[in-house]
């Protein structure tokens, strides 16, 4: 799915939502205090990377996790800001053979979500989606093979398979690009609750150079993250 398609998906959601809850919140003319809250969260990724010219690939999975910031002006929308980690990167899919090779990005992340949200006082549905801005923080090769020089491995499939990635630095740092998640949210008490998210994360940064002349057109993050959070309300 590329950006534009989940940015419509999402929205749609998102306004059948609030049609869905809006109505009766004006009729019923209450006012709503804002409400602000921290927590954090964490869990698991499996990612991939968009390459073009494509390569081969399965998940790769990681660990994500973040300190949490929420605040709710509005009875149906707020705004979230995290500040946390997230394991990203690749692995090749070399289907028979022996070979094994993945690489893992480890960047830290800044995500700013619009936060919508329906449901009753004790459990919640909600949608998040906004920009989120990345730095790569470190990298790690697992391989066993030599991956400088692949073709030299036993039982390694050369055939039509692009292989210049797998030794190639990484030229870009910094990432940006589009999040967006569902969830649900249930209250312990009127502070405390605990919340369950998919969320996915399409990078629009290359990490590899991406001229007329490089081996690579496009090389972008793409991840799917599933948490488990804990928030308080501090007012």
Not at 133 to 148: A, L, P, Q, T, V
Not at 207 to 225: C, L, Q, V, W, Y
Request: proline fraction near 5%; aromatic fraction near 14%.
């Amino acid at each position: 799915m590329n950006p534009f398609s989940f940015i419509i998906y999402l929205r749609s959601i998102a306004i059948v939502a609030a049609i869905l809850v809006l109505t009766p919140a004006i009729n019923a003319q209450t006012h709503y205090k804002p409400h602000l809250s921290v927590g954090f969260k964490g869990g698991m990724t499996m990612s991939e990377m968009s390459f073009s010219p494509s390569v081969k690939q399965s998940f790769n999975n990681g660990t994500t996790g973040a300190v949490t910031f929420r605040y709710t002006e509005e009875k149906l929308f707020g705004l979230i800001a995290e500040i946390g980690w997230a394991q990203r990167g690749w692995k090749e899919k070399f289907e028979d053979s022996p070979c094994q090779y993945s690489r893992s990005l480890t960047y830290l992340k800044l995500p700013l979500l619009t936060h919508i949200y329906f449901g009753s006082p004790r459990f919640k549905c909600f949608v998040n989606l906004g920009p989120e801005f990345d730095f790569m923080i470190s990298e790690n090769i697992s391989s066993n093979f030599d991956y400088r020089d692949p073709l030299k491995a036993e039982g390694f499939p050369s055939e039509a398979r692009m292989t210049q990635q797998m030794a190639m630095d990484i030229k870009n740092k910094f990432d940006y690009g589009i999040t967006g998640g569902v969830g649900i949210e249930f209250y312990l008490t009127p502070r405390n609750s605990v919340t369950l998210e998919g969320r996915y994360y399409f990078g629009l940064g290359n990490i590899f150079p991406a001229a007329k002349a490089d081996t690579f057109s496009a090389s972008r993050n793409t991840s799917i993250e599933i948490t488990l959070g804990y928030n308080f309300r501090l007012k």
